[in-house]
């Protein structure tokens, strides 16, 4: 299972840290992605990374803003986000991929809002 967490309610041009915790199992050999979800809106792609941790991906509208990043010990995946917008307040998950195409495993997402 995945647990995303960090979400909260932030200014513009502040930063969170979003966290996804693997239980139950291991998902060092997936690749890892985050998306999300704004209200009235389809789930969008927001970044992923390689199950060695070599390539990452962005969507261009965090490119240079997001990070992602993963601690394979701790079964854990990271979003660092900074200089928020408000377009950026949506539910974030988190997801793991055999393949980095099809992600089969979702966790529950966390709630972020920016103010402006």
């Known amino acids: 299972q995945l647990q995303a967490s960090g979400g909260g309610l932030v200014q513009a041009g502040g930063s969170l840290r979003l966290s996804c915790a693997g239980t139950?199992?291991?998902?060092?050999?997936?690749?890892m992605g985050w998306f999300r979800q704004a209200p009235g809106k389809e789930r969008e792609f927001v970044a992923s990374i390689s199950y060695g941790g070599v390539r990452t991906y962005a969507a261009d509208s965090v490119m240079g803003r997001f990070t992602i990043s993963r601690d394979s010990a701790k079964n854990t995946v990271y979003l660092q986000m900074n200089s928020l917008e408000p377009e950026d307040t949506a539910v974030y998950s988190c997801?793991?991929?055999?393949?980095?195409?099809?992600?089969?495993?979702w966790g529950q997402g966390t709630q972020v809002t920016v103010s402006s």
């Open positions: 997801a793991a991929s055999p393949n980095g195409v099809e992600y089969e495993y």
């Open positions: 139950g199992g291991t998902f060092a050999g997936y690749d």
